[in-house]
């Protein structure tokens, strides 16, 4: 099959591997209908997540259809049309029964490494790095989907792929940086970052019943985006305004109920290749940009929440801990637990509340998937966000090729 | 030469690892540079009743799914344990234990008899974590090289890759106990360093306990 490979920094390749196959009785393989460039994918494009190896498949928002399923998979059958959320996970371990599905204890057999760097494991993940977990990515034509009797969502007739594949991903994660807002009626949201998860945010917000959500972004065509698509009520655009008076302005002085950072930050890091002793001890040493979480946090107002859904990597410096303390705030972050929301989102998007197609500005096939992150992070010709599609119909199935 | 023994750790313990065996890398050790008695510790919390864990750690044909340095354990006709570890370069290394000690659903202990190459021993313990948290095992292995003093520094350099082997060893259990079987990434199968993608069948024919339907 052919699938989107990382070579090294800005070194994708699409070429032809072997197709997944069966390791778990719980395993499903799913053909590959459509796939998403992810922001988070931009850390590995750039090189800035460790443990990435040459030849590792990208990709963790895809979706398809079922073409082969273990003997331990009872809830899923061949032809099945499915999303998957992109972290794995049990579903019998203590954190999946808390809900902690992106905390899976089971699902990253390199747990160790991620001990190294982070004291405890979390779940392994879909395309992203040996120390969560060594999966291969979604941006192929085929993928493994292990504990498939647990994640995947079956997707009903009717509704296109372009409408349900950011369930996989951003919608959830957009969702739970609103929700961990707790928002309440008048409550002001502001939004760091207008990417497709900060659109989520967004939209989510006033889904949530926020009174008014402000997103702050750099590019025209995003902050036009979050006010025409998403719903936002109020854009800053940080290269122009101050972003701290703008928000004391527009809130009489309290600052916003609750700060979104769906920024996150390029985390320099050593790769693991070194070993994870030699990373831990370079991290350290290392500082990333926490700029938007440094801005959310001054911003925000006292007793207020800090929600932080961007990704982070490793250590930041220069924390405003005096802030938090001082002012009674609340951090709260995560990856995103999809599985929790796979359900409840998809019957808001078949009742007609939202219709997360609306942050597609490309699409592309599987074989211009190189190309497609370079636009996205060049942010060229309007670039918001690029669906690969994957099958093309010429793949040999899986089953096929495995007899030989 | 410090920081080329470093790198030999690194090299052990990262994911393109070396893949001796834990016993195998005392063993090596020991030969090496003497004598000095080596306990390591490491613990999980499983979601399961002790008494299953128990039953399935008392068999002991078990141990081989979870643990790596393990190739085989059988039980011998005079009810002595019959265990075959994973040597270095493939060789084989072999020793009979006997139980010591065992509380159903609460411990197990276990040591070599005499003429083991590298004598050892290992107890698991078993204890209920509050409020429903499932059980905690700990698991206690302990190998007392011969030969003479043993560099204390070299040592402590050491000790850090078996206790994580022994822990990747009940995190295996855990999956095995919670999930059914060990889980098994595109790139965690195999031994040595491999990218996250599939392998091809030939690959895969050389890879042990895959599942394939």
């Known amino acids: 099959m052919k699938a989107n490979c990382w070579y090294g920094k800005h070194d994708l390749r699409v070429e032809e591997v072997p197709d997944p196959q069966i390791l778990n009785t719980r395993d499903a393989i799913v053909k590959v209908t459509s796939t998403a460039i992810c922001g988070s ?13 040459r030849g590792d498949i990208l990709g963790h928002e895809f ?57 405890h494991s979390p779940a392994g993940l879909f395309g992203y790095s040996h120390m969560l977990g060594g999966y291969a990515g979604g941006q192929a034509e085929y993928a493994r989907v292990p504990f498939a009797d647990v994640g995947p969502l079956k997707i009903p007739d009717g509704l296109t792929d372009e409408q349900v594949l950011f369930l996989s991903d951003i919608f959830p994660t957009g969702y739970m940086g609103a929700e961990m807002c707790n928002i309440t009626p008048g409550d002001v949201i502001a939004v760091w970052g207008a990417g497709p998860v900060g659109q989520f945010a967004i939209a989510s917000a006033k889904m949530l019943g926020a009174e008014r959500v402000i997103a702050i972004d750099r590019f025209p065509y995003r902050l036009r985006m979050a006010l025409s698509k998403a719903g936002a009520t109020d854009i800053i655009n940080y290269e122009e305004t101050d972003v ?16 979104i950072d769906a920024v996150g930050m390029e985390a320099h890091a050593p790769n693991l290749m070194y070993g994870v002793d030699r990373a831990k001890q370079s991290m350290m040493l290392e500082t990333d940009r926490p700029l938007a979480l440094r801005q959310a946090i001054r911003a925000c107002k006292n007793g207020g929440t800090i929600s932080v859904i961007g990704v982070y990597g490793g250590f930041i410096d220069k924390f405003p801990m005096g802030a938090i303390v001082n002012r009674s705030l609340t951090l709260k972050s995560g990856q995103c637990h999809v599985h929790r929301y796979l359900k409840p989102l998809l019957e808001r998007i078949v009742r007609g509340e939202i219709d997360p197609s609306f942050v597609i500005t490309h699409r592309l096939p599987l074989s211009e998937a190189p190309r497609g992150y370079e636009m996205f992070l060049n942010k060229d010709d309007g670039c918001e966000k690029v669906v690969l599609k994957a099958s093309n119909g010429f793949a040999v199935s899986p089953s096929m090729s495995a007899a030989s | 030469m410090q920081t080329h ?30 004598s000095r008695h080596v306990t390591l510790k490491t613990s999980v919390t499983i979601r399961k009743e002790p008494a299953e864990i128990y039953q399935f750690w008392r068999d002991f044909r078990n141990l081989p799914r979870f643990m790596s340095h393990v190739a085989s354990v059988s039980e011998t006709s005079t009810g002595h344990l019959r265990w075959r570890g994973k040597g270095p370069a493939g ?28 004598p050892n021993h290992g107890a698991v313990l078993l204890r209920r974590a509050p409020q429903g948290r499932g059980t905690e095992v700990h698991l206690t292995v302990g190998f007392e090289p011969p030969g003479g003093a043993l560099a204390a520094k070299v040592v402590r350099l050491f000790e850090g890759i078996p206790e994580q082997r022994l822990n ?26 491999h990218a996250a993608r599939p392998s091809s069948t030939k690959e895969l024919s050389e890879v042990e306990g895959t599942v394939r339907s």
């Open chain 2, 5 to 34: 023994t470093q790198d030999q750790l690194v090299r052990g313990v990262s994911w393109f690892g070396i893949g001796i065996g834990l016993g195998a890398a005392v063993a090596r050790f020991a030969a090496t540079r003497g």
């Open chain 2, 91 to 118: 060789r084989p290394l072999t020793w009979e234990a006997e139980i010591v000690a065992d509380r159903p659903n609460e411990r197990i202990a276990w040591r070599s008899l005499e003429g083991a190459l590298l």
């Open chain 2, 168 to 193: 990747n060893d009940l995190r295996r259990l855990k999956q095995i106990l919670e999930t059914g079987d060990v889980v098994r990434s595109d790139a965690s199968i195999h031994r040595g360093l």
């Open chain 1, 63 to 119: 979706m398809g259809e079922v073409v082969e399923v273990g003997s331990d998979v009872k809830n899923l059958s061949v032809g099945d049309r499915v999303v998957v959320p992109f972290p794995i996970a049990c579903g019998s371990c203590a954190a999946c029964m808390s809900g902690l599905w992106s905390l899976c204890e089971n699902s990253n057999p390199n747990a160790w490494m991620a001990e190294k760097l982070w004291g």
């Open chain 1, 41 to 53: 994918d931009l850390h590995l494009y750039n090189a800035y997540i460790p443990s990435l190896e």
């Open chain 1, 244 to 259: 701290y008076e703008a928000l004391l302005e527009m809130t009489g002085g309290r600052g916003p109920d609750s700060c």
